[in-house]
């Protein structure tokens, strides 16, 4: 046997322990009550405010690992485990522990002629795997979640984040330990192998769903290896279109801060689109802005004459997601148009309009096809903490079971309740 052959079959043993350890918590799941599971969410909230300082020292390893490797600028952004995102961490644990748990909730019952009741039971998914990069926020996030809505969860974070993920791992132990739960419904795998996330992918006995989050190579792996079902969490290539009716001063603010609040988040605007009618009046004031936060212009033929700091853009800015201080210009002639370049371009994800016209906002929102359509709002509002869901295991651009960003609700199915006294079918 060689000593690859020897690997993967360790990788193999690992993987099948995982799957069978998650599938027996996600049973005992099934008994726990919402206080046992808020509990739990809540000791992690108070372990990662004493703990940060030990935090902070593992991600500090691998923040100077990613930058030796030239790991670009919005990805560290997104690995860094700052003070503030770690209390932001904390607050997002304290509102999922706030919110009413969804397991047990019964739809409307209905009465059948013969008097059976029949009404819908929310339950977990199951077992739920989720494979993601950079960002170990994440974690704590996936964690909180699928603990909340009763799901017992597999964690399998960057190589990058690796340190920071299995400190983080570590406090959902102590949690989970404090409040009496099953240490194995949230496992965080501690291999960087490759060959691990393949196994995960194909665990169909013991893993309900998979749930991604990463960019376009990750997916297409899994879209092509994975036999356990996936709620995908595509890229975010954002659009804002400034409708003819917009307030300016409102269009500029918002159009400002959707592409520079954070370049890194999925919801950052890529592409701004502005109706012909007022472009001149928009354009000049708000490329001065983008420049001087440093943010590269790319523009169509006619946003070039009026801003002659961009250069011209092709279908490939169109179509890309940046995450960098790059933006996409595109001067349209109608609200038609610019739905059209959406439609054509866009990943799915948030798109936004500026405008005073309750007609265009209606438009908009009815007709564009993505999974958060936004009025007179910026696209990094596309967040689970910003919709009150406490945080989101990702932004689903599906269109089963789960879109937009995935709370409590979307890690739940539901099964057919029946009850009756003695009905027999005639």
């Known amino acids: 046997m060689t000593t690859e052959t020897s690997k993967n079959l360790d990788i193999d043993t690992q993987m099948l322990t995982y799957g069978q350890q998650a599938k027996a918590a996600a049973r005992l799941l099934m008994r726990a009550d919402d206080k046992q599971k808020s509990a739990a969410l809540l ?54 522990a706030a919110l009413e748990d969804p397991v047990g909730s019964r739809s409307e019952t209905r009465i059948r002629p013969n008097g059976m009741q029949v ?8 077992v739920i795997g989720i494979i993601y990069e950079s960002r170990p926020n994440v974690t704590i996030d996936a964690a909180a979640l699928c603990l909340k809505s009763g799901n017992a969860a597999i964690l399998r974070g960057g190589s990058e984040a ?23 419904a949230v496992q965080t795998i501690n291999t960087t192998d490759r060959a691990a996330v ?12 998979i749930i991604p989050r990463g960019g376009k190579g990750l997916i297409r ?28 001063e409102m269009a500029h603010a ?37 420049v ?10 006619r946003t070039l004459k009026l801003v002659p700091q961009a250069t011209a853009a092709t279908d490939e800015d169109w179509a890309t997601e940046y995450l960098a201080p790059i933006l996409a210009i595109r001067i349209v002639d109608s609200i038609d148009d610019a739905m059209t370049h959406i439609a054509t371009w866009s990943s799915g994800h948030t798109e936004a309009i500026v405008t005073d016209s309750v007609s265009a906002a209606n438009r908009f929102q009815r007709e564009v096809d993505s999974s958060s359509v936004y009025v007179n709002l910026p696209t990094v509002f596309a967040d689970g903490f910003e919709y009150g869901l406490g945080a989101e295991i990702g932004i689903s651009t599906n269109r089963l079971h789960a879109r937009g960003p995935v709370g409590l609700e ?16 005639g």
Not at 162 to 184: D, M, T, V, Y
Not at 265 to 287: F, K, N, W, Y
Not at 292 to 301: F, N, Q
Request: glycine share 8%; net charge neutral; proline share 3%.
């Open 162 to 184: 690796f340190r920071s993920n299995q400190a983080l791992g570590k406090i959902i132990q102590e949690g989970l330990a404090f409040a009496g739960l099953p240490a194995h």
């Open 198 to 209: 393949g196994r995960l992918i194909t665990l169909s006995d013991y893993v309900d769903v």
């Open 43 to 96: 000791h992690i909230a108070r372990t990662l405010e004493t703990q940060a300082e030990q935090l902070q020292a593992e991600n500090a390893l691998d923040l100077q690992k990613a930058r030796d490797n030239g790991l670009e600028a919005a990805m560290l952004d997104r690995l860094t485990l700052s003070d503030k995102a770690l209390g932001l961490m904390a607050t997002g644990l304290r509102q999922i």
């Open 254 to 290: 918002i159009a400002f801060q959707a592409k520079t609040y954070r370049y890194g988040v999925c919801g950052s605007m890529e592409t701004l689109l502005v109706h012909q009618d007022i472009a001149e009046q928009v354009l000049p004031r708000l490329a001065a802005a983008y």
């Open 410 to 425: 979307g890690l739940t199915t539901y099964k057919w309740v029946l009850e009756g006294n003695g009905q027999l079918r």
């Open 292 to 301: 001087e936060k440093g943010v590269a212009l790319r523009g169509c033929p």
């Open 221 to 248: 792996r899994l879209e092509a290896e994975a036999t356990v079902p996936m709620i995908r969490h595509l890229d975010g290539n954002c659009h804002v279109y400034i409708d003819r009716a917009a307030d300016l």
């Open 119 to 126: 009404s819908k039971m929310r339950i977990p998914l199951g």
